[in-house]
C-alpha cells in the first residue's frame, strides 16, 4: 500500500514493492491518494489487464518499471535505460500502444542526422561535435526494445515496435 506523508504544505506519497519503487508529491491529498492507488494498480494487476486499462501505459512508465527491474544489471547497463528518456523525450508522456513503427522509424532517422557532442563540456564549448555512428542509435533502438520485452514478460500484449525498427535497418 502507498504511504503519504504531509511534510509541510505537500503530500509525499511513497510505493515500495519488490523491484518497484516509486515516489511524488502533491499539493492535496485526494491527487495524492489517487496517484498512489493508480501506481500500485498499475504494477498489481499488469497480468490482468484488459486492453483499453493496458492502453494506460506510459513509455515513461514502462521506462522506470524496466529500471526497477534491473537490480542484477551493471549501472552502465542501467544508465543506458535511463538515457532512453533523453533520446525518446517526446514518446514520454504517450501510451506505449499509440507508438507507431513508422515514428519511430522517423526517430531513427532524425537521430542519424542529428548533430552530438562527445567528449567535453557543453557550458564551456569543449568536445567534438559530430554526428552519432548508426550503431549507437541502432544500440539505443535495442535498449528500448527491451523496454517492450519486459511489457510482454508482464503479460501486456504488445508487438515491440523498437525491435523492428532495428530489424529494418539491419536488413536495409
Same mark, same amino acid.
Given at each position: 500500500?502507498?504511504?503519504?506523508?504531509?511534510?509541510?504544505?505537500?503530500?509525499?506519497?511513497?510505493?515500495?514493492?519488490?523491484?518497484?519503487?516509486?515516489?511524488?508529491? =502533491?499539493?492535496?491529498?485526494?491527487?495524492?491518494?489517487?496517484?498512489? +492507488?493508480?501506481?500500485?494498480?498499475?504494477?498489481?494487476?499488469?497480468?490482468?489487464?484488459?486492453?483499453?486499462?493496458?492502453?494506460?501505459?506510459?513509455?515513461?512508465?514502462?521506462?522506470?518499471? @524496466?529500471?526497477?527491474?534491473?537490480?542484477?544489471?551493471?549501472?552502465?547497463?542501467?544508465?543506458?535505460?535511463?538515457?532512453?528518456?533523453?533520446? =525518446?523525450?517526446?514518446?514520454?508522456?504517450?501510451?506505449?500502444?499509440? *507508438?507507431?513503427?513508422?515514428?519511430?522509424?522517423?526517430?531513427?532517422?532524425?537521430?542519424?542526422?542529428?548533430? *552530438?557532442? +562527445?567528449?567535453?563540456? *557543453? @557550458?564551456?564549448?569543449?568536445?567534438?561535435?559530430?554526428?552519432?555512428?548508426?550503431?549507437?542509435?541502432?544500440? +539505443? =533502438?535495442?535498449?528500448?526494445?527491451?523496454?517492450?520485452?519486459?511489457?510482454?514478460? +508482464?503479460? *501486456?500484449?504488445?508487438?515491440?515496435?523498437?525491435?523492428?525498427?532495428?530489424?529494418?535497418?539491419?536488413?536495409?
Amino acid at each position: 500500500m502507498a504511504s503519504i506523508r504531509k511534510i509541510k504544505d505537500r503530500y509525499h506519497v511513497q510505493i515500495r514493492k519488490p523491484g518497484f519503487k516509486r515516489a511524488c508529491s =502533491f499539493s492535496d491529498l485526494e491527487t495524492a491518494t489517487a496517484w498512489g +492507488k493508480y501506481k500500485e494498480d498499475l504494477f498489481d494487476n499488469m497480468k490482468a489487464f484488459d486492453a483499453p486499462e493496458q492502453k494506460l501505459i506510459l513509455l515513461n512508465d514502462a521506462i522506470d518499471m @524496466k529500471i526497477d527491474s534491473m537490480n542484477d544489471h551493471s549501472e552502465r547497463t542501467i544508465q543506458d535505460v535511463r538515457s532512453l528518456k533523453q533520446t =525518446f523525450s517526446c514518446f514520454l508522456d504517450r501510451d506505449i500502444y499509440s *507508438i507507431t513503427f513508422n515514428e519511430l522509424y522517423g526517430c531513427f532517422l532524425d537521430l542519424l542526422v542529428t548533430d *552530438i557532442q +562527445k567528449g567535453g563540456d *557543453i @557550458k564551456s564549448g569543449t568536445g567534438i561535435i559530430k554526428k552519432p555512428e548508426k550503431i549507437t542509435v541502432i544500440r +539505443k =533502438f535495442r535498449y528500448l526494445g527491451t523496454v517492450y520485452g519486459f511489457l510482454k514478460e +508482464k503479460g *501486456i500484449n504488445i508487438e515491440n515496435v523498437a525491435l523492428q525498427v532495428v530489424k529494418r535497418i539491419e536488413n536495409a
